[in-house]
Protein backbone atom coordinates (compact mmCIF):
# COMPACT_ATOMS: atom_id res chain seq x y z
CA UNK A 1 0.00 0.00 0.00
CA UNK A 2 1.43 3.73 -1.10
CA UNK A 3 1.97 5.69 1.89
CA UNK A 4 -1.04 8.29 2.48
CA UNK A 5 -0.43 12.39 2.19
CA UNK A 6 -3.33 13.97 3.78
CA UNK A 7 -2.98 17.55 2.64
CA UNK A 8 -4.76 20.72 4.07
CA UNK A 9 -4.31 24.40 2.41
CA UNK A 10 -6.54 26.41 0.48
CA UNK A 11 -8.34 25.76 -2.83
CA UNK A 12 -5.70 27.24 -4.77
CA UNK A 13 -2.65 26.56 -2.86
CA UNK A 14 -3.84 22.61 -2.50
CA UNK A 15 -4.91 22.04 -6.36
CA UNK A 16 -0.69 23.46 -7.03
CA UNK A 17 0.31 21.03 -4.35
CA UNK A 18 -1.65 18.32 -5.59
CA UNK A 19 0.01 18.48 -9.12
CA UNK A 20 3.28 19.27 -7.14
CA UNK A 21 2.93 16.02 -5.68
CA UNK A 22 1.50 13.79 -8.28
CA UNK A 23 4.42 14.98 -10.61
CA UNK A 24 7.89 14.83 -8.24
CA UNK A 25 6.08 12.08 -5.77
CA UNK A 26 4.52 9.77 -7.74
CA UNK A 27 4.89 6.71 -4.90
CA UNK A 28 2.61 9.09 -2.88
CA UNK A 29 -0.81 8.80 -2.09
CA UNK A 30 -2.39 12.65 -1.91
CA UNK A 31 -5.56 12.98 -0.04
CA UNK A 32 -7.28 16.22 0.59
CA UNK A 33 -10.88 14.86 2.14
CA UNK A 34 -10.15 12.96 5.50
CA UNK A 35 -13.54 10.91 4.33
CA UNK A 36 -10.94 9.39 1.19
CA UNK A 37 -8.53 7.69 3.51
CA UNK A 38 -7.92 4.23 3.70
CA UNK A 39 -6.47 3.93 7.39
CA UNK A 40 -4.13 6.07 8.96
CA UNK A 41 -1.90 8.43 7.07
CA UNK A 42 1.25 8.18 6.98
CA UNK A 43 2.25 11.74 7.01
CA UNK A 44 0.24 15.84 7.12
CA UNK A 45 1.49 18.20 5.44
CA UNK A 46 -0.78 21.44 6.27
CA UNK A 47 0.59 24.60 3.85
CA UNK A 48 -0.78 27.76 5.44
CA UNK A 49 -1.00 31.12 3.57
CA UNK A 50 -2.91 33.32 5.38
CA UNK A 51 -2.28 35.09 8.73
CA UNK A 52 -2.88 33.39 12.17
CA UNK A 53 -2.71 33.97 15.91
CA UNK A 54 -0.03 32.29 17.27
CA UNK A 55 -1.73 31.05 19.97
CA UNK A 56 -4.50 29.54 17.49
CA UNK A 57 -1.66 28.61 15.31
CA UNK A 58 -0.33 26.62 18.20
CA UNK A 59 -3.87 25.03 19.28
CA UNK A 60 -4.72 23.62 15.92
CA UNK A 61 -1.24 22.40 15.51
CA UNK A 62 -1.77 20.36 18.55
CA UNK A 63 -5.41 19.40 17.99
CA UNK A 64 -3.68 17.75 14.18
CA UNK A 65 -1.10 15.92 15.83
CA UNK A 66 -3.65 14.30 18.44
CA UNK A 67 -6.21 13.38 15.93
CA UNK A 68 -4.34 11.94 13.56
CA UNK A 69 -0.93 10.47 15.72
CA UNK A 70 1.38 9.43 15.08
CA UNK A 71 1.46 10.46 11.66
CA UNK A 72 4.31 13.19 11.65
CA UNK A 73 3.12 16.92 10.56
CA UNK A 74 4.71 19.07 8.31
CA UNK A 75 3.87 22.62 8.30
CA UNK A 76 4.46 25.10 5.33
CA UNK A 77 4.41 28.45 5.23
CA UNK A 78 4.50 31.52 3.28
CA UNK A 79 6.83 34.16 2.90
CA UNK A 80 4.42 36.84 4.31
CA UNK A 81 3.32 35.10 7.76
CA UNK A 82 5.37 37.50 10.32
CA UNK A 83 6.16 35.08 12.72
CA UNK A 84 9.58 35.84 14.50
CA UNK A 85 11.20 33.13 14.64
CA UNK A 86 11.64 31.93 18.46
CA UNK A 87 8.07 31.18 18.65
CA UNK A 88 8.63 28.93 15.34
CA UNK A 89 10.87 26.96 17.07
CA UNK A 90 8.04 26.44 19.78
CA UNK A 91 5.32 24.59 17.22
CA UNK A 92 4.86 21.70 17.86
CA UNK A 93 5.61 20.31 14.16
CA UNK A 94 7.99 17.25 13.04
CA UNK A 95 9.00 19.35 10.31
CA UNK A 96 8.59 23.44 9.82
CA UNK A 97 9.45 24.96 6.01
CA UNK A 98 9.35 28.47 4.94
CA UNK A 99 8.56 29.10 1.34
CA UNK A 100 10.73 26.29 0.43
CA UNK A 101 11.26 25.18 -3.07
CA UNK A 102 9.92 22.12 -4.66
CA UNK A 103 12.91 19.85 -4.76
CA UNK A 104 13.17 20.84 -0.53
CA UNK A 105 9.15 20.45 0.21
CA UNK A 106 9.74 16.79 -1.97
CA UNK A 107 13.24 15.85 0.27
CA UNK A 108 11.25 17.04 3.77
CA UNK A 109 8.73 14.68 2.92
CA UNK A 110 10.81 11.71 2.51
CA UNK A 111 13.05 12.66 5.41
CA UNK A 112 9.89 12.71 7.70
CA UNK A 113 8.66 9.37 5.98
CA UNK A 114 11.84 7.49 7.14
CA UNK A 115 11.55 9.04 10.78
CA UNK A 116 13.40 12.40 10.88
CA UNK A 117 12.71 16.18 11.37
CA UNK A 118 13.49 19.10 9.12
CA UNK A 119 13.55 23.14 10.18
CA UNK A 120 14.28 25.74 7.15
CA UNK A 121 13.59 28.91 8.03
CA UNK A 122 14.63 32.25 5.89
CA UNK A 123 14.78 34.17 8.90
CA UNK A 124 18.02 33.36 10.77
CA UNK A 125 17.83 32.33 14.37
CA UNK A 126 19.78 34.61 17.24
CA UNK A 127 20.08 34.37 21.13
CA UNK A 128 19.72 37.46 21.29
CA UNK A 129 17.76 39.54 18.79
CA UNK A 130 16.94 43.27 20.04
CA UNK A 131 13.19 43.90 20.43
CA UNK A 132 11.61 46.73 18.71
CA UNK A 133 10.65 49.06 21.29
CA UNK A 134 9.39 52.79 20.44
CA UNK A 135 10.18 56.35 22.11
CA UNK A 136 7.00 56.56 23.55
CA UNK A 137 7.06 53.39 25.69
CA UNK A 138 10.23 54.03 26.94
CA UNK A 139 12.19 56.74 29.55
CA UNK A 140 14.27 59.58 28.57
CA UNK A 141 17.24 57.71 29.35
CA UNK A 142 16.74 54.41 27.53
CA UNK A 143 15.90 55.94 24.85
CA UNK A 144 19.29 58.08 24.78
CA UNK A 145 20.88 54.80 25.13
CA UNK A 146 18.78 53.18 22.24
CA UNK A 147 19.37 55.95 19.89
CA UNK A 148 23.38 56.85 20.49
CA UNK A 149 23.74 52.85 20.35
CA UNK A 150 22.02 52.93 17.06
CA UNK A 151 24.13 55.92 15.76
CA UNK A 152 27.49 54.66 16.79
CA UNK A 153 26.71 50.65 15.50
CA UNK A 154 25.85 52.38 12.17
CA UNK A 155 28.97 53.66 12.03
CA UNK A 156 30.46 50.49 13.76
CA UNK A 157 29.11 48.70 10.57
CA UNK A 158 30.01 51.52 7.73
CA UNK A 159 33.41 50.64 9.13
CA UNK A 160 33.83 47.19 9.42
CA UNK A 161 32.32 47.20 5.40
CA UNK A 162 35.26 48.81 4.74
CA UNK A 163 37.64 46.54 5.92
CA UNK A 164 36.07 43.29 4.96
CA UNK A 165 37.74 42.25 3.05
CA UNK A 166 41.05 44.47 3.68
CA UNK A 167 41.86 46.95 1.01
CA UNK A 168 43.27 50.76 0.16
CA UNK A 169 46.13 51.88 1.78
CA UNK A 170 47.47 50.89 4.85
CA UNK A 171 47.05 54.39 5.82
CA UNK A 172 43.45 54.12 4.88
CA UNK A 173 43.16 51.00 7.09
CA UNK A 174 45.28 52.15 10.20
CA UNK A 175 42.59 55.19 10.27
CA UNK A 176 39.91 53.04 10.21
CA UNK A 177 40.99 50.78 12.96
CA UNK A 178 41.41 53.76 14.80
CA UNK A 179 37.99 55.31 14.62
CA UNK A 180 36.45 51.64 15.27
CA UNK A 181 38.68 51.96 18.83
CA UNK A 182 36.79 55.19 18.86
CA UNK A 183 33.57 53.75 18.61
CA UNK A 184 33.43 51.15 20.66
CA UNK A 185 35.02 53.08 23.64
CA UNK A 186 32.10 55.69 23.17
CA UNK A 187 29.39 52.47 23.02
CA UNK A 188 30.65 51.41 25.99
CA UNK A 189 30.63 55.12 27.78
CA UNK A 190 27.21 55.44 26.99
CA UNK A 191 26.13 51.71 28.70
CA UNK A 192 28.11 53.07 31.70
CA UNK A 193 26.68 56.19 31.37
CA UNK A 194 22.56 55.60 30.65
CA UNK A 195 22.88 51.78 30.90
CA UNK A 196 22.28 49.35 34.13
CA UNK A 197 25.59 47.82 35.45
CA UNK A 198 24.90 44.33 34.07
CA UNK A 199 25.52 46.02 30.50
CA UNK A 200 27.83 48.71 31.01
CA UNK A 201 30.24 46.08 32.34
CA UNK A 202 29.56 42.69 30.91
CA UNK A 203 30.25 41.50 27.14
CA UNK A 204 27.11 43.35 25.81
CA UNK A 205 29.46 46.29 26.51
CA UNK A 206 31.52 45.27 23.67
CA UNK A 207 30.52 45.41 20.38
CA UNK A 208 29.75 42.16 17.97
CA UNK A 209 31.32 42.12 14.91
CA UNK A 210 29.41 39.34 13.83
CA UNK A 211 26.26 41.65 13.54
CA UNK A 212 27.35 44.10 11.35
CA UNK A 213 29.05 41.81 8.34
CA UNK A 214 27.52 43.22 5.00
CA UNK A 215 24.52 42.15 3.47
CA UNK A 216 24.01 41.39 0.25
CA UNK A 217 23.19 38.48 -2.51
CA UNK A 218 24.86 35.22 -1.35
CA UNK A 219 25.73 36.92 2.06
CA UNK A 220 21.62 37.35 2.59
CA UNK A 221 20.95 33.80 1.37
CA UNK A 222 23.51 32.10 3.89
CA UNK A 223 21.40 33.77 6.85
CA UNK A 224 18.77 31.10 6.77
CA UNK A 225 18.29 28.57 9.22
CA UNK A 226 18.01 24.61 8.03
CA UNK A 227 18.68 21.44 10.34
CA UNK A 228 17.75 18.09 9.13
CA UNK A 229 17.91 14.89 11.17
CA UNK A 230 17.55 11.79 9.00
CA UNK A 231 17.37 10.15 12.09
CA UNK A 232 15.80 11.45 15.53
CA UNK A 233 18.45 9.17 17.77
CA UNK A 234 21.69 10.16 19.07
CA UNK A 235 23.71 9.40 15.79
CA UNK A 236 21.32 11.45 13.54
CA UNK A 237 21.51 14.22 15.82
CA UNK A 238 25.44 14.15 15.44
CA UNK A 239 25.05 13.82 12.04
CA UNK A 240 23.57 17.09 11.27
CA UNK A 241 25.58 19.06 13.97
CA UNK A 242 28.78 17.65 12.50
CA UNK A 243 27.40 18.86 8.62
CA UNK A 244 26.82 22.04 9.77
CA UNK A 245 29.58 22.80 12.02
CA UNK A 246 31.74 21.53 9.13
CA UNK A 247 30.07 24.25 6.94
CA UNK A 248 30.94 27.04 9.15
CA UNK A 249 34.23 26.12 10.13
CA UNK A 250 35.36 25.48 6.44
CA UNK A 251 36.51 29.18 5.21
CA UNK A 252 38.32 29.80 9.25
CA UNK A 253 35.95 31.64 11.12
CA UNK A 254 36.84 35.39 11.17
CA UNK A 255 36.24 36.90 14.76
CA UNK A 256 32.88 38.80 15.58
CA UNK A 257 33.07 38.19 19.72
CA UNK A 258 34.03 41.85 20.27
CA UNK A 259 36.90 40.72 22.15
CA UNK A 260 40.62 39.96 21.25
CA UNK A 261 41.19 36.44 20.34
CA UNK A 262 44.54 34.30 20.08
CA UNK A 263 42.99 32.05 17.76
CA UNK A 264 42.09 35.24 15.18
CA UNK A 265 46.38 35.75 15.16
CA UNK A 266 46.41 32.07 13.16
CA UNK A 267 46.28 32.20 8.97
CA UNK A 268 42.99 31.12 8.37
CA UNK A 269 43.70 27.99 6.68
CA UNK A 270 44.76 26.83 10.12
CA UNK A 271 42.29 28.32 12.44
CA UNK A 272 39.75 26.09 10.05
CA UNK A 273 42.26 22.98 10.19
CA UNK A 274 42.44 23.47 14.21
CA UNK A 275 39.03 23.91 14.59
CA UNK A 276 38.18 20.57 12.11
CA UNK A 277 40.32 18.62 14.14
CA UNK A 278 39.43 19.54 17.16
CA UNK A 279 35.62 18.55 15.37
CA UNK A 280 36.83 15.61 14.32
CA UNK A 281 38.39 14.28 17.48
CA UNK A 282 34.76 14.97 19.21
CA UNK A 283 33.52 12.53 17.07
CA UNK A 284 35.94 9.81 17.61
CA UNK A 285 35.78 11.07 21.38
CA UNK A 286 31.96 10.55 21.30
CA UNK A 287 31.65 7.05 18.91
CA UNK A 288 34.42 5.87 21.46
CA UNK A 289 32.25 6.60 24.36
CA UNK A 290 28.93 5.38 23.11
CA UNK A 291 30.50 2.10 21.79
CA UNK A 292 31.79 1.53 25.53
CA UNK A 293 28.35 2.01 26.82
CA UNK A 294 29.31 4.42 29.35
CA UNK A 295 26.71 5.37 32.41
CA UNK A 296 25.25 8.51 32.23
CA UNK A 297 27.24 9.40 35.59
CA UNK A 298 30.33 9.00 34.15
CA UNK A 299 30.71 10.39 30.82
CA UNK A 300 31.56 13.74 32.92
CA UNK A 301 34.38 11.62 34.43
CA UNK A 302 35.39 10.09 31.07
CA UNK A 303 36.03 13.63 29.37
CA UNK A 304 37.81 15.36 31.56
CA UNK A 305 40.78 12.42 31.30
CA UNK A 306 40.72 12.23 27.72
CA UNK A 307 40.72 15.81 27.03
CA UNK A 308 44.73 16.33 27.06
CA UNK A 309 44.84 13.29 24.41
CA UNK A 310 41.71 15.16 22.13
CA UNK A 311 43.99 18.23 21.99
CA UNK A 312 47.32 16.48 21.56
CA UNK A 313 45.94 15.10 18.31
CA UNK A 314 44.48 17.63 17.36
CA UNK A 315 47.13 19.89 17.46
CA UNK A 316 49.37 17.40 15.90
CA UNK A 317 46.47 17.46 13.30
CA UNK A 318 46.71 21.22 12.77
CA UNK A 319 50.29 21.45 12.33
CA UNK A 320 50.71 18.37 10.45
CA UNK A 321 53.18 15.67 11.80
CA UNK A 322 55.67 15.39 8.71
CA UNK A 323 56.88 19.34 8.58
CA UNK A 324 59.58 20.52 9.81
CA UNK A 325 61.11 23.89 9.94
CA UNK A 326 64.68 24.88 10.64
CA UNK A 327 65.66 26.36 14.75
CA UNK A 328 68.57 27.19 15.65
CA UNK A 329 70.37 25.07 12.40
CA UNK A 330 68.70 22.18 12.77
CA UNK A 331 65.61 21.17 11.62
CA UNK A 332 62.25 19.88 14.58
CA UNK A 333 59.16 18.80 13.85
CA UNK A 334 56.53 21.07 14.39
CA UNK A 335 53.81 18.90 15.63
CA UNK A 336 56.42 17.27 18.33
CA UNK A 337 58.02 20.84 19.40
CA UNK A 338 54.46 22.28 19.90
CA UNK A 339 53.06 19.03 21.96
CA UNK A 340 55.96 19.41 23.88
CA UNK A 341 55.67 22.98 24.48
CA UNK A 342 51.82 22.94 25.02
CA UNK A 343 50.21 23.11 28.16
CA UNK A 344 47.55 20.69 27.41
CA UNK A 345 46.23 20.65 31.13
CA UNK A 346 44.96 23.67 31.03
CA UNK A 347 41.15 24.19 31.38
CA UNK A 348 39.22 26.96 31.03
CA UNK A 349 36.83 28.39 33.83
CA UNK A 350 34.53 29.55 31.50
CA UNK A 351 33.23 26.09 30.13
CA UNK A 352 29.81 25.29 31.38
CA UNK A 353 30.00 21.27 32.66
CA UNK A 354 30.15 18.80 29.78
CA UNK A 355 27.63 16.36 31.34
CA UNK A 356 24.59 17.76 29.95
CA UNK A 357 26.25 18.08 26.12
CA UNK A 358 27.81 14.71 26.61
CA UNK A 359 24.39 12.80 27.58
CA UNK A 360 22.66 14.57 24.65
CA UNK A 361 25.39 13.61 22.13
CA UNK A 362 25.89 9.85 23.50
CA UNK A 363 22.67 9.11 25.13
CA UNK A 364 20.27 11.73 23.54
CA UNK A 365 18.97 12.33 26.80
CA UNK A 366 16.43 15.48 27.31
CA UNK A 367 18.37 18.71 27.16
CA UNK A 368 17.36 21.97 29.62
CA UNK A 369 17.37 25.27 27.27
CA UNK A 370 15.49 28.30 28.99
CA UNK A 371 14.07 26.09 31.63
CA UNK A 372 12.59 23.29 30.12
CA UNK A 373 13.16 19.91 29.37
CA UNK A 374 13.79 19.29 25.84
CA UNK A 375 13.65 15.95 24.01
CA UNK A 376 17.02 15.84 22.17
CA UNK A 377 15.26 16.07 18.34
CA UNK A 378 13.72 18.38 19.22
CA UNK A 379 14.95 22.11 16.90
CA UNK A 380 15.85 24.21 20.25
CA UNK A 381 17.09 21.73 21.85
CA UNK A 382 19.50 20.78 18.83
CA UNK A 383 20.85 24.38 17.99
CA UNK A 384 21.13 24.87 21.91
CA UNK A 385 23.40 21.96 21.51
CA UNK A 386 25.08 23.12 18.02
CA UNK A 387 26.01 26.21 20.48
CA UNK A 388 27.42 24.47 23.78
CA UNK A 389 29.77 22.36 21.07
CA UNK A 390 31.00 25.32 19.37
CA UNK A 391 31.47 26.71 22.42
CA UNK A 392 34.04 23.42 23.54
CA UNK A 393 35.57 24.01 19.86
CA UNK A 394 36.14 27.72 20.23
CA UNK A 395 37.29 27.75 23.77
CA UNK A 396 39.59 24.82 23.08
CA UNK A 397 41.18 26.14 20.08
CA UNK A 398 41.58 29.49 21.95
CA UNK A 399 43.67 27.42 24.80
CA UNK A 400 46.29 25.62 22.01
CA UNK A 401 46.28 28.83 20.10
CA UNK A 402 47.83 30.61 22.82
CA UNK A 403 50.31 27.85 23.26
CA UNK A 404 51.01 28.45 19.72
CA UNK A 405 51.55 32.23 20.08
CA UNK A 406 54.26 31.37 23.03
CA UNK A 407 56.10 29.18 20.62
CA UNK A 408 56.17 31.68 18.08
CA UNK A 409 57.51 34.28 19.94
CA UNK A 410 60.76 31.68 20.54
CA UNK A 411 60.48 30.30 16.82
CA UNK A 412 61.04 33.03 14.72
CA UNK A 413 60.78 30.55 11.42
CA UNK A 414 57.31 29.31 12.52
CA UNK A 415 55.60 32.50 12.58
CA UNK A 416 55.66 32.61 8.86
CA UNK A 417 54.05 28.93 8.36
CA UNK A 418 51.33 29.23 11.03
CA UNK A 419 50.64 33.49 12.04
CA UNK A 420 49.31 36.21 10.01
CA UNK A 421 51.30 37.75 7.94
CA UNK A 422 51.26 41.18 9.85
CA UNK A 423 52.23 38.99 12.64
CA UNK A 424 55.65 38.58 11.67
CA UNK A 425 57.09 40.98 12.90
CA UNK A 426 58.55 40.34 16.66
CA UNK A 427 57.22 43.63 18.01
CA UNK A 428 53.43 43.05 16.52
CA UNK A 429 53.84 39.76 17.65
CA UNK A 430 54.79 40.84 21.49
CA UNK A 431 52.09 43.37 21.10
CA UNK A 432 49.24 41.24 20.51
CA UNK A 433 50.47 38.65 23.52
CA UNK A 434 50.64 41.78 25.68
CA UNK A 435 47.18 42.58 24.74
CA UNK A 436 45.65 38.85 25.46
CA UNK A 437 47.76 39.24 28.73
CA UNK A 438 46.34 41.95 29.81
CA UNK A 439 42.66 41.26 28.69
CA UNK A 440 42.52 37.49 30.14
CA UNK A 441 43.62 39.85 34.15
CA UNK A 442 41.19 42.05 33.08
CA UNK A 443 38.32 39.13 32.81
CA UNK A 444 39.83 37.37 35.93
CA UNK A 445 39.57 40.22 38.31
CA UNK A 446 36.55 41.85 37.15
CA UNK A 447 34.37 40.74 34.43
CA UNK A 448 34.47 36.95 35.57
CA UNK A 449 33.21 37.57 39.01
CA UNK A 450 30.33 39.97 37.65
CA UNK A 451 29.79 37.83 35.39
CA UNK A 452 29.32 34.79 38.56
CA UNK A 453 27.19 37.27 40.91
CA UNK A 454 25.03 38.13 37.82
CA UNK A 455 24.78 34.56 36.94
CA UNK A 456 25.47 34.83 33.30
CA UNK A 457 28.01 33.18 31.00
CA UNK A 458 29.35 34.01 28.06
CA UNK A 459 29.42 31.21 24.89
CA UNK A 460 31.06 31.60 21.77
CA UNK A 461 28.61 30.43 18.81
CA UNK A 462 29.52 30.16 15.28
CA UNK A 463 27.25 32.69 13.02
CA UNK A 464 27.83 33.54 9.24
CA UNK A 465 31.18 31.72 9.18
CA UNK A 466 32.03 34.06 12.27
CA UNK A 467 32.88 33.64 16.06
CA UNK A 468 30.12 35.72 18.13
CA UNK A 469 29.64 35.59 21.90
CA UNK A 470 26.41 34.49 23.28
CA UNK A 471 25.26 35.27 27.24
CA UNK A 472 23.01 32.51 28.34
CA UNK A 473 21.30 33.05 31.87
CA UNK A 474 22.05 30.16 34.45
CA UNK A 475 22.62 29.97 38.33
CA UNK A 476 26.39 29.90 39.23
CA UNK A 477 26.57 30.20 42.98
CA UNK A 478 28.74 27.51 43.31
CA UNK A 479 31.62 28.80 41.05
CA UNK A 480 30.78 32.04 42.88
CA UNK A 481 31.27 30.79 46.31
CA UNK A 482 34.85 29.34 44.92
CA UNK A 483 36.50 32.95 44.48
CA UNK A 484 38.95 33.93 46.00
CA UNK A 485 39.40 36.94 48.38
CA UNK A 486 39.88 39.78 45.33
CA UNK A 487 37.17 38.74 43.21
CA UNK A 488 35.07 38.26 46.35
CA UNK A 489 35.40 42.16 46.70
CA UNK A 490 34.47 42.64 43.35
CA UNK A 491 31.26 40.90 44.39
CA UNK A 492 30.56 43.13 47.94
CA UNK A 493 31.05 46.14 45.76
CA UNK A 494 28.31 45.41 43.22
CA UNK A 495 25.90 44.36 46.23
CA UNK A 496 27.42 47.63 47.96
CA UNK A 497 26.29 49.26 44.48
CA UNK A 498 23.01 47.74 44.25
CA UNK A 499 21.94 48.57 47.99
CA UNK A 500 22.95 52.07 47.80
CA UNK A 501 21.74 53.26 44.77
CA UNK A 502 17.81 53.63 45.64
CA UNK A 503 19.34 56.00 48.69
CA UNK A 504 21.58 57.99 46.40
CA UNK A 505 18.65 58.12 44.16
CA UNK A 506 16.32 59.53 46.20
CA UNK A 507 18.74 62.06 47.57
CA UNK A 508 19.96 63.26 44.03
CA UNK A 509 15.85 63.75 43.65
CA UNK A 510 15.59 65.47 47.31
CA UNK A 511 18.20 67.58 46.19
CA UNK A 512 16.59 68.49 42.78
CA UNK A 513 13.36 69.53 43.87
CA UNK A 514 15.12 71.46 46.35
CA UNK A 515 16.54 73.61 43.88
CA UNK A 516 13.89 73.70 41.82
CA UNK A 517 11.78 75.43 45.10
CA UNK A 518 14.52 77.74 46.01
CA UNK A 519 14.87 78.91 41.81
CA UNK A 520 11.33 79.05 41.86
CA UNK A 521 9.73 79.88 45.03
CA UNK A 522 12.53 82.16 46.52
CA UNK A 523 14.82 83.38 43.80
CA UNK A 524 12.28 84.32 41.69
CA UNK A 525 9.47 86.12 43.86
CA UNK A 526 12.61 87.83 45.07
CA UNK A 527 13.81 89.10 41.75
CA UNK A 528 10.17 89.68 40.60
CA UNK A 529 10.01 92.37 43.84
CA UNK A 530 12.97 93.94 42.76
CA UNK A 531 11.81 94.36 39.57
CA UNK A 532 8.74 95.29 40.68
CA UNK A 533 10.15 98.20 42.86
CA UNK A 534 12.18 99.34 39.88
CA UNK A 535 8.88 99.81 37.49
CA UNK A 536 7.20 101.74 40.44
CA UNK A 537 10.63 103.50 40.75
CA UNK A 538 10.34 104.60 37.28
CA UNK A 539 6.75 105.63 37.52
CA UNK A 540 7.48 108.25 40.64
CA UNK A 541 10.40 109.72 38.87
CA UNK A 542 7.85 110.18 35.33
CA UNK A 543 5.35 111.79 36.92
CA UNK A 544 7.46 114.52 39.23
CA UNK A 545 9.42 115.21 36.11
CA UNK A 546 5.80 116.11 34.43
Same mark, same amino acid.
Given at each position: ???????F?????????I /????A????L???????????A??I???AL???M &????L?????????R??? &???L @?V???G??????L??Q????????A?E??? !??????????G??V???RQ???AD????????GI??????? !???L?????D??A??R !???????S??QQ?????? =???L????Q??? %??? +???S????????????? &? /?P???????K??????????????I?A? @? &?T?????L??????G????L??A??????R??L??????Q??????????????A?? %???H???L??????????AM???Y?Q?? /???Q?????????? *????E???P??????P????????????? *? +????PA??P????H??????????????L?????L????????????L??????S???? *?? =???????? =??W?SW??????L???R????????S??VA?????P???E?R?? +??PQ?????????R?????????????????L????T?? !?????????RG???G?GR? =?R???
Amino acid at each position: MTPQLLLFAEPLLRDGLI /RLLQARAAELTVISDPADLRGAPQILLWALEADM &APEQLQLQLQLLQERWQP &APLL @LVLSTGHRLPAPLLLQLPATGLLEAPEPDA !LIAAIHTLLEGGRVLELRQPVSADQPADRSAAGIGLGQWLL !LSGLQQVDADIQACLR !LLTPPGGSRLQQLVLQGR =LRELRSARQLLL %LLW +GPLSVAWGPQARCTEGS &A /RPEAGAGAAKQRTALTLQQRNADGIWAS @L &ATRLRAALAAGPGNGSGQLLALAALRPERRSDLLLALLDQLQMLRQQLASEAVAAAE %LGEHWLRLQPQLRQMALRAMASPYVQLP /REGQLCGVAEQLIR *EAALEVTDPELPQPQPMLATLVLAQPLLV *E +GQLLPADEPRAVLHLELLVSNWLVRNAELLAADVLASCAAWPELRRYLLRPELLSTRSL *ER =LRNQLNAQ =LRWQSWWQRPVALYESRRVLFGLQESSVVAVNLTEPRDTELRQL +GWPQQLVTLALESRDALAPQVQALARGLGDLLVVLLTQV !LGRAIGLVGRGIVQGMGRS =LRASQ
